[in-house]
């Protein structure tokens, strides 16, 4: 046993075999307990050359000093030794002297195993085929065989030669139409032929080897059943290669059916041209027919609309004895979002109105052509002999979420062990503005009142930190705090405090980041990021050398705003204390404090005075003055709009050197933005530095916005709803920020826009004709696309708000159409015709009127294109006088 555990200590594999086929059943079970050992220790540090050595030996031993399946299996796939395991032939060369069902038992478990614990396919086959048994079905084995089978540069045959080699095809191929997520595994050949899994499998159901019923109808489930995209590509090129007959095809109407109204778009396409085939052949019924169309049109795909319409133009033609059964049907898509498609089966019904009976069916079309644009209601009208004439419809009123409202922020944590709570989830999770301020806050008191206990609390969270090490400081961490990125995060600044606490970060650090600043980059950021971090670096100083009772800027609001009356109280409290304000943190309180109010100002202002210390009188000052406010400046570089801002002198010479900077001139040069500061987490803190300037805020997050749209970044725009709900001026720089938004790439920065655009305009602080000027701009510049445009601005009708958005392309459209009304411009924008549509919906139901330039130049023109046809909607929309 001795000489067994020595050679797998010295990761001798051979010789481990060797010692193994020697042993009996019993040595080998004396030996596992000091195999058991040896994986215990490795597991203390297992990413080092000894144990990288050791692993695929102990893997092999202790496989084989076990008797239950169960046991072996569970070491076999062990996480800890999946990295350096031993190869499937020695385990299965060792394993071979057990019995069938004890083989069959352990290939069974490791089956079972998920497809994460990455058990060898071939380990589990080997054992099958040893054991003589039935292949497993599960999913881990499943993806293995599919893996195994498609790798063809491995041994230079097919797909198709491999399957049929495989004793449990019909068993595996079954099981293949059942597991989950197998697409990606299946679609890295789609050339049809023998080389792929669809061109295999086409060909062996022809062959006789798989049942061809049984296998379309898998494949056919499958589609119903659903999944991701890849797999929804695989079946269906999969379907496709089957090459069902015209029998096979009208055996399964019901499930082409289904397909085409609930399936992926790629799918109901293709049940949608089958249902067509046998359609157009006079195999498909009028009542099946209306009952795919009622479904079909219901959907939001265009293609997949006008293919249907088109589908019922020709049976209609074909036989308009079908009429009464199928018009009505086509009067579903008069409730089409896209007026064009409304057209289209205005024209259908216009078409065959003739043979529309007078019964339930012309009363079923009247009722539905009640859902058409007004420019449509005439023509229906004419077309059905009826009378559509609405009664009048109430005055529109506009539907907007209430402006959200801040939050005031909680007292910080009572106790030290709470605190400690807070602290390890921030760190895990991370928080809003509202809870890492009274999370730092409870720091600052707790140091105070009692630091020992403090660190006794934060045991746990500190155990947990790769500096920290069993109640001692492992490494200094200062190098990690003082690089050219600074302080990343707010998690990073509690790490700091935290370091700080723990010893980890020498005084000599602190002094010198406390003096010299680590914010080395000079982007647009840098001022934000060094007032940050200029009072996180003078809190942890204080925590070292003389602890604050608590802090004086943690803001009222949520929004980081502080109530004058909050911060005198302090400063009371702090004179009652005999405590040394911080300096950083009484700038950081003066910026946070509310001066929006004159009349609580003055109040405040009063008594900041009386208190007759130096940080009173200047809180009294600074209430007394009208806050300074930057003048901006808009100007264009290339594709780009940008804004600038001149210098504050309240900030440039009345702020410690950390605040000075913000302000300083904000240049939109491109050239002058390196920058480090990737971190999301960080944006929301400097808005709370700022908390009654969020203008100034956004002119320097105006360039990271703008990347959503023009280069497509993501994420950028998540702090637009925050900018909306922040106090201040909301000027060009917030308005170019939420325009970039709204033509994001991405639908989340997207949505986020959206969000600012509402909050702003609940808020009454929406310049929609500027926003509209602004994304005329924009897109007329390339910086914008209208086609996202429009997403966006559909998102914010659904919720009602068809005034708001009507006032913003209104004046985005004259921009665009100018060019096309004017000849300038040969091909109109894409997504104008589609902006026109969003324009029309909007006057339509808000009942705007009015004239939009060049609109009506648009709409003259000849032709009748789609942006023509939305150009004369919005015109007819615009002049159309309001029901009596």
Not at 267 to 296: C, I, K, T, Y
Not at 424 to 449: I, K, W, Y
Not at 590 to 595: G, K, N, S, T
């Amino acid at each position: 046993m001795s000489s067994l555990v020595e050679a797998v200590r010295a990761g001798r594999s051979a010789d481990v075999v060797g010692l193994l086929d020697g042993m009996t059943d019993a040595e080998r079970r004396a030996a596992f307990p000091e195999l058991r050992a040896l994986r215990k220790e490795l597991r203390a540090d297992p990413w080092t050359a000894q144990a990288r050595r050791v692993y695929p030996a102990l893997h092999a031993a202790g496989t084989v000093c076990q008797t239950g399946a169960a046991g072996v299996a569970a070491w076999i796939a062990a996480s800890d030794m999946r990295w350096w395991s031993a190869s499937p032939g020695v385990l299965i060369d060792l394993l071979g002297d057990r019995s069938p069902a004890w083989l069959a038992d352990v290939a069974h478990r490791l089956a079972a195993r998920p497809v994460t614990s990455r058990v060898p396919y071939e380990l589990m086959a080997g054992l099958v085929r040893l054991a003589g048994c039935p292949a497993p079905t599960t999913e881990a084995y499943v993806h293995g065989w599919a893996d195994h089978i498609g790798h063809l540069w491995q041994r230079g045959d097919t797909v198709l030669d491999r399957l049929r080699k495989d004793p449990h095809l019909t068993a595996l191929v079954t099981a293949l139409f059942e597991t989950a997520d197998i697409g990606g595994r299946l679609s890295w050949s789609a050339d049809g032929g023998e080389n792929s899994w669809s061109g295999a499998l086409a060909r062996l159901t022809a062959e006789g080897a798989l049942d061809r019923r049984a296998t379309v109808d898998a494949c056919v489930a499958r589609l119903l059943r659903g999944g991701p995209a890849s797999d929804h590509r695989v079946f269906l090129r999969m379907l496709q290669a089957f090459a069902l007959t015209r029998d096979e095809e009208r055996e399964r109407v019901a499930d082409w059916l289904a397909l085409a109204s609930d399936g992926p778009s790629m799918v109901a396409a293709h049940a949608q041209s089958v249902l067509a085939s046998l359609a157009l052949d006079g195999e498909l019924p009028a009542r099946r027919l209306a009952e795919m169309s009622g479904a079909v049109l219901f959907r939001t795909e265009k293609k997949l609309v006008r293919a249907q319409l088109i589908l019922l133009g020709k049976v209609l033609a074909r036989d308009t004895s079908t009429a009464d059964a199928l018009l009505p049907s086509v009067a579903q898509a008069f409730g089409h979002e896209d007026s064009e498609v409304q057209e289209r089966a205005l024209k259908l019904i216009e078409r065959h109105r003739r043979a529309i009976g007078a019964g339930p069916a012309r009363d079923e079309l009247r009722s539905a052509a009640e859902q058409l644009i007004p420019a449509l209601r005439k023509r229906a009208a004419d077309a059905l002999g009826v009378a559509l004439d609405a009664p009048a419809a109430p005055a529109y009123e506009e539907v907007l979420p209430p402006a959200p409202r801040p939050v005031r922020l909680t007292p910080a944590p009572a106790t030290a062990t709470e605190l400690a709570e807070e602290v390890g989830a921030l760190l895990a999770a991370g928080g809003d503005v509202a809870a890492f301020e009274r999370t730092v806050d409870g720091l600052v008191r707790e140091t105070h009142r009692d630091r020992e206990g403090l660190l006794e609390a934060l045991a746990p969270v500190l155990a947990q930190r790769w500096w920290y090490e069993r109640g001692s400081v492992r490494h200094r961490v200062e190098a990690s705090f003082t690089g050219p990125h600074g302080l990343v995060g707010p998690w990073h600044t509690l790490e700091l405090l935290l370091a700080t606490l723990a010893g980890a970060v020498p005084t000599a650090a602190l002094r010198n980041a406390l003096v010299r600043g680590t914010v080395s980059a000079q982007c647009g950021h840098a001022p934000l990021a060094r007032a940050f971090e200029a009072r996180a670096w003078e809190l942890a100083f204080r925590i070292r050398t003389e602890p604050l009772p608590f802090l004086l800027s943690t803001p009222t609001w949520s929004t980081g705003l502080l109530e004058p009356e909050d911060l005198v109280t302090r400063l009371e409290e702090y004179g009652r204390l005999g405590a040394r304000v911080s300096g950083a943190d009484f700038a950081q309180a003066l910026l946070r404090v509310r001066r929006g109010d004159p009349a609580r100002a003055g109040a405040a202002a009063e008594r900041a005075a009386a208190l007759g210390t130096a940080e009173g009188t200047r809180l009294a000052e600074w209430l007394a003055s009208a806050p300074s406010t930057a003048v901006f400046t808009r100007r264009t570089w290339e594709d780009r709009v940008l804004v600038e801002a001149d210098e504050i002198p309240e900030f440039l010479h009345g702020l410690p050197d950390g605040f000075r900077a913000l302000g300083l001139p904000v240049s939109g040069d491109p050239a002058r933005w390196s920058c480090y500061h990737w971190h999301d987490g960080m944006r929301p803190h400097w808005l709370a530095v700022l908390p009654e300037a969020r203008e100034l805020v956004a002119v320097r997050m105006l360039r990271d916005i703008s990347f959503t749209a023009i280069h497509d970044s993501r994420g950028e725009a998540a702090i637009l709803p925050l900018l909306a709900e922040s106090d201040g001026e909301a000027g060009e720089a917030v308005r170019l920020a939420v325009a970039h938004g709204l033509g994001a790439r991405h639908p989340e920065d997207r949505l986020a826009s959206v969000d600012a655009l509402l909050v702003l305009a609940s808020r009454g602080q929406l310049d929609a004709a500027g926003l509209g000027a602004d994304l005329g701009d924009l897109a007329r510049r390339g910086a914008v696309k209208p086609s996202r445009l429009v997403d966006s601005m559909r998102t914010a009708m659904s919720t009602g708000a068809y005034g708001t958005v009507w006032e913003t392309p209104r004046h985005t459209l004259p921009v665009l159409l100018a060019d096309v009304a004017t000849g300038a411009a040969t091909v109109p924008a894409r997504g104008l015709a589609d902006l026109l549509a969003v324009a029309a919906e909007c006057a339509e139901r808000t009942g705007a009127r009015g004239e939009v330039p060049h609109l009506a130049r648009t709409a003259d023109r000849p032709g009748s294109s789609r942006l023509v046809g939305q150009a004369r909607r919005l015109c007819a929309a615009l002049t159309t006088e309001p029901a009596a």
